[in-house]
């Protein structure tokens, strides 16, 4: 029904950047909430930033202040500009968002995640 795909991981220095991207498509009727987690080898998956369709963002502590959450609700997209990587910012990012959908005549609202992308700081 919604189709989310991640694309701009890799391995980037400890003090870089990286910019993912995460496009929605499929039957959908309007995107509430648009976000990522992250989960890292052995813990498990927490929240990064979320982004309402108004422009209202949230943050995790960790990374407050160096990464930038945003959307374009034009294109279903949500991009997470991340600054001054550290090495515990090594994790899969899963993009999410809470996406409309008609289903046999109503519009319901669930939680889709996307199948994640990479992100490895280390020199």
């Known amino acids: 029904q919604v189709q989310l795909v991640e694309s701009g991981g890799g391995l980037v220095q400890p003090g870089g950047s990286l910019r993912l991207s995460c496009s929605a498509s499929?039957?959908?009727?309007?995107?509430?909430?648009m976000g990522w987690y992250r989960q890292a080898p052995g813990k498990e998956r927490e929240l990064v930033a979320t982004i309402t369709n108004l422009g209202a963002t949230n943050y995790a502590d960790s990374v407050k202040g160096r990464f930038t959450i945003s959307r374009d609700n034009a294109k279903n997209t949500v991009y997470l500009q991340m600054n001054s990587l550290k090495s515990e910012d090594t994790a899969v990012y899963y993009c999410n968002c809470n996406a409309g959908v008609w289903v046999l005549g109503s519009v319901r609202y669930r939680d889709y995640w996307g199948k994640g992308t990479l992100v490895t700081v280390s020199s």
């Open positions: 499929g039957s959908i009727f309007s995107i509430n909430a």
